[in-house]
């Protein structure tokens, strides 16, 4: 049985000026499926993260998430979703609690119950013995698990994570794979990234992105198949540059 | 509690946790209250009686709160924590709110600081002082909302250029604590009191004198300072907040 539909993108474009940042891209990504997005820079991975978060809006085109469209009814979009940014994104002079309660505090929740989310992330992330401390203080893999662990906690039905792992050294980019793959199956999560290895390590499937066109999108079995490849590496170059097929 | 309150609770953590800006904020005016005082003391000069030189002082002091603002927007803009924030359901108005009121506070606390000092000084405590801090009010505003306008504007180290050095110049040197522009007159009197620096300092000093008749025009000029700047300052906010989506 096929699981429901989370995102469906319908031509969704983006242009700024004459430059064309995300163009015609018709992608479906399935409840509870952890969707890379893979491409060199300026492929329009981020610019696809920003339309489906609601943060700019679509040329043309439209997506629907969960039901919802980002066009016509961006603020349930937003209730469902939350997202890492590529920069950490965190309140400097607030404590790691702070940070957390912060944002369970602007999606709503209770003072109590924010507090309460706020202990099972510092459980989650292992944040527990720099949770009194100022977020400006914490190492950068530290504050990376906290900002994901501020887009968690607001129990989003998607989370988008972008570039999670971008300037983070070999261990604490390891750790937060650990913590990533725990969240496998729970949750929809659509991450991007241009570490070929992270894509592979991490997700159900992926999607290859280049110069804002949807290249191809499957299993990384599926897409060396696709290329005729016997390494990733080799997949990713080949639909990158020449190949037009799309697989979904 | 509110998403707005939530959000307020966090800026006003923020800034009151800087601890070099805010001693820096309310502990200079205090430092030049002290000062003038005691050159008043020794040389005796009008401008610098504790009645005239305490309002022009509040007001000078009060430019810090812009900087205090503006270092506050620009650095959540520059570090994509706005971005986050962007991407929940907070609205305009939860951020203007958020913002604009743990700074109102901070603005009537930096004015009572300057009171008490001055109360230290020789200034009589009357129903004069609670009338100026309301006159005051204000100008607290117009500066929160210059605050807010170029923190929306421009990055942390362009408001640290305008909030902190041309911000802070322009209402000590146009505000007329320091000297009496009247003396120097022509174009400098004229610009002087078309901007709402000496208007404030001018309404403050006919506050706490009791001289309330006197109190105005120059109260109306500064609210219609502080309305327009407010207004500015939201209407670029959200134009910040929807800016990619147009």
Same mark, same amino acid.
């Given at each position: 049985?096929?699981?429901? $539909?989370?995102?469906?993108?319908?031509?969704?474009?983006?242009?700024?000026?004459?430059?064309?940042?995300?163009?015609?891209?018709?992608?479906?990504?399935?409840?509870?499926?952890?969707?890379?997005?893979?491409?060199?820079?300026?492929?329009?991975?981020?610019?696809?993260?920003?339309? *489906?978060?609601?943060?700019?809006?679509?040329?043309?085109?439209?997506?629907?998430?969960?039901?919802? @469209? $980002?066009?016509?009814?961006?603020?349930?979009?937003?209730?469902?979703?939350?997202?890492?940014?590529?920069?950490?994104?965190?309140?400097?002079?607030?404590?790691?609690?702070?940070?957390?309660?912060? $944002?369970?505090?602007?999606?709503?929740?209770?003072?109590?119950?924010?507090?309460?989310?706020?202990?099972?992330?510092?459980?989650?992330?292992?944040?527990?013995?720099?949770?009194?401390?100022?977020?400006?203080?914490?190492?950068?893999?530290?504050?990376?698990?906290? @900002?994901?662990?501020?887009?968690?906690?607001?129990?989003?039905?998607?989370?988008?994570?972008?570039?999670?792992?971008?300037?983070?050294?070999? *261990?604490?980019?390891?750790?937060?794979?650990?913590?990533?793959?725990?969240?496998?199956?729970?949750?929809?999560?659509?991450?991007?990234?241009?570490?070929?290895?992270?894509?592979?390590?991490?997700?159900?499937?992926?999607?290859?992105?280049?110069?804002?066109?949807?290249?191809?999108?499957?299993?990384?079995?599926?897409?060396?198949?696709?290329?005729?490849?016997?390494?990733?590496?080799?997949?990713?170059?080949?639909?990158?540059?020449?190949?037009?097929? $799309?697989?979904? | 509690?509110? %998403?707005?309150?939530?959000?307020?609770?966090?800026?006003?953590?923020?800034?009151?946790?800087?601890?070099?800006?805010?001693?820096?904020? #309310?502990?200079?005016?205090?430092?030049?209250?002290?000062?003038?005082?005691? #050159?008043?003391?020794?040389?005796?000069?009008?401008?610098?009686?504790?009645?005239?030189?305490?309002?022009?002082?509040?007001?000078?002091?009060?430019?810090? #709160?812009?900087?205090?603002?503006?270092?506050?927007?620009?650095?959540?803009?520059?570090?994509?924590?706005?971005?986050?924030?962007?991407?929940?359901?907070?609205?305009?108005?939860? &951020?203007?709110?958020?913002?604009?009121?743990?700074?109102?506070?901070?603005?009537?606390?930096?004015?009572?600081?300057?009171?008490?000092?001055?109360?230290?000084?020789?200034?009589?405590?009357?129903?004069?002082?609670?009338?100026?801090?309301?006159?005051?009010?204000?100008?607290?505003?117009?500066?929160?909302?210059?605050?807010?306008?170029?923190?929306?504007?421009?990055?942390?180290?362009?408001?640290?250029?305008?909030?902190?050095?041309?911000?802070?110049?322009?209402? /000590? +040197?146009?505000?007329?604590? +320091?000297?009496?522009?009247?003396?120097?007159?022509? +174009?400098?009197?004229?610009? %002087? &009191?078309?901007?709402?620096?000496?208007?404030?300092?001018?309404?403050?000093?006919?506050?706490?004198?009791?001289? &309330?008749? /006197?109190?105005?025009?120059?109260? +109306? #000029?500064?609210?219609? &300072?502080?309305?327009?700047?407010?207004?500015?300052?939201?209407?670029?906010?959200?134009?910040?907040?929807?800016?990619?989506?147009?």
């Amino acid at each position: 049985m096929t699981a429901p $539909i989370a995102v469906r993108t319908n031509r969704l474009t983006k242009t700024y000026g004459t430059k064309t940042a995300v163009d015609d891209l018709n992608l479906t990504i399935f409840d509870g499926e952890l969707f890379a997005l893979l491409g060199v820079n300026g492929a329009g991975k981020t610019t696809t993260i920003k339309m *489906l978060s609601c943060l700019v809006a679509p040329t043309s085109g439209d997506a629907t998430l969960l039901g919802d @469209s $980002i066009v016509s009814n961006p603020q349930a979009v937003k209730a469902k979703i939350n997202v890492s940014p590529q920069e950490t994104a965190v309140a400097r002079n607030l404590s790691v609690r702070e940070n957390l309660e912060l $944002i369970a505090g602007i999606y709503g929740f209770d003072r109590k119950t924010s507090r309460e989310k706020a202990n099972d992330m510092i459980a989650v992330f292992s944040l527990e013995e720099v949770a009194d401390a100022k977020a400006h203080t914490l190492s950068g893999g530290m504050q990376r698990r906290l @900002s994901i662990g501020m887009a968690l906690i607001t129990d989003p039905r998607i989370l988008f994570l972008d570039e999670p792992t971008l300037g983070l050294d070999v *261990l604490a980019r390891r750790e937060l794979w650990s913590v990533i793959d725990r969240l496998k199956g729970k949750i929809t999560i659509i991450l991007t990234t241009h570490y070929m290895e992270e894509a592979v390590a991490l997700s159900d499937r992926i999607g290859i992105m280049a110069r804002g066109r949807l290249k191809a999108a499957g299993t990384a079995d599926e897409l060396m198949r696709l290329a005729g490849t016997d390494s990733f590496e080799d997949a990713f170059v080949a639909l990158a540059t020449d190949q037009e097929v $799309i697989s979904r | 509690m509110s %998403a707005t309150l939530v959000f307020a609770s966090r800026n006003h953590k923020e800034i009151l946790r800087d601890r070099l800006n805010l001693m820096f904020g #309310i502990g200079f005016p205090v430092v030049l209250l002290l000062l003038l005082s005691a #050159i008043q003391a020794n040389i005796p000069v009008t401008m610098f009686e504790i009645g005239q030189l305490t309002p022009g002082i509040a007001v000078f002091g009060l430019s810090f #709160i812009s900087l205090f603002a503006g270092l506050l927007i620009a650095k959540d803009r520059s570090t994509s924590f706005l971005l986050r924030l962007f991407s929940s359901p907070l609205t305009s108005s939860n &951020y203007i709110l958020g913002y604009t009121v743990p700074l109102i506070p901070m603005a009537i606390g930096q004015i009572l600081v300057c009171l008490i000092t001055a109360v230290c000084l020789g200034l009589d405590i009357t129903v004069h002082v609670l009338t100026t801090i309301l006159v005051l009010l204000p100008a607290a505003l117009l500066f929160i909302g210059i605050g807010l306008l170029c923190g929306s504007l421009l990055n942390d180290k362009q408001v640290g250029g305008v909030c902190g050095a041309l911000l802070t110049n322009l209402s /000590a +040197w146009l505000s007329g604590t +320091w000297f009496d522009v009247r003396l120097v007159g022509g +174009w400098f009197e004229k610009l %002087a &009191y078309a901007l709402p620096f000496a208007r404030s300092v001018e309404a403050g000093r006919a506050a706490l004198a009791g001289d &309330y008749a /006197a109190i105005f025009p120059h109260l +109306w #000029i500064v609210i219609a &300072y502080a309305a327009v700047v407010l207004i500015a300052a939201i209407l670029v906010f959200r134009r910040r907040m929807n800016g990619d989506k147009t």
